[in-house]
Nanobody, 125 residues
């Protein structure tokens, strides 16, 4: 299983970005997926998580109302739409996946088995 994250870049505060995470493997529909971020010197934090059936979501308080996680099982891709970006959103963003039952979406990084390589998001104020 491999995950490939993309879509990061440099934007100004208030602008938007959409991150994508393309997955390999035939069992993508059985995975819960999540987006995480990390800045130097800090622990990796959970940004958003999505149940494999798409019926359950989790968002960190800091991104609620601004970020949206979604998935397209036919494309084996998970997205993170980030609107109204703030300087404090600057980080390396990682996607991750784990095989779960239908309604489960783990909200801690250590629960995830497969990780992408990270994509850098820089928001200038």
């Amino acid at each position: 299983v491999q995950l490939q994250a993309s879509g990061g870049g440099l934007v100004q505060a208030g602008e938007s970005l959409r991150l994508s995470c393309a997955a390999s493997g035939s069992t993508f529909s059985r995975w819960a997926t999540g987006w995480f971020r990390q800045v130097p010197g800090k622990e990796r934090e959970t940004v958003a998580a999505l149940a494999r059936g798409g019926g359950g979501t989790y968002y960190a308080d800091s991104v609620k109302g601004r970020f949206t996680i979604s998935r397209d099982n036919t494309k084996k891709t998970v997205y993170l739409q980030m609107n109204n970006l703030k300087a404090e959103d600057t980080a390396v963003y990682y996607c991750a996946a784990v095989s779960t039952i239908l309604t489960v979406f783990p909200t801690t990084p250590d629960a995830y088995e497969y990780w992408g390589q990270g994509t850098l998001v820089t928001v200038s104020s």
